[in-house]
C-alpha cells in the first residue's frame, strides 16, 4: 500500500473553496476536478518524491492548474498534504523558504 497519507485541515479547506468555485459554474466538473487532486495524492503514497522539491520541507505536485504542496517524512513512512494553491497564487508569500 506504501506511505500513510495524512490531508491536513488547510488542504481539505483548499479542495471544498475550489469545489464550491468550480460547482457555480458545473457541478461534474467540480467533482471530477477534485477527484483528479484526490487521485494524483493518492499515487504519492506509491511514488512520494513525484512531485518536485519547492523548497527545503516541501515538494509541490501539479494537478491541472493547482500545486499540491506536501512534505514526505520518510522515517514516518507518511506524506502530508499541506495546501492545495491555484497557479497563479504568489506562492513564494504563502511559502516562504524554511
Known sequence: ???RLVWLQQAYDDLSALHEYISADNGRA?????ED?????ERLREFPRSG????????????RNHLVFYRFDEIEEQIVI???LHGHRN???L????
Not at 467540480?30 to 477534485?34: G, L, M, N, R
Not at 487532486?37 to 495524492?41: L, Q, S, T, Y
Not at 511559502?95 to 524554511?98: G, H, I, L, Q, S
Open 1 to 3: 500500500m506504501g506511505n
Open 30 to 34: 467540480a467533482d471530477a476536478y477534485v
Open 37 to 41: 487532486i484526490f487521485a494524483a495524492c
Open 52 to 63: 518536485r522539491p519547492y523548497n527545503s520541507v516541501y515538494r509541490a505536485l501539479v494537478v
Open 82 to 84: 499541506v495546501a492545495v
Open 91 to 93: 506562492i513564494a508569500a
Open 95 to 98: 511559502f516562504p523558504d524554511e
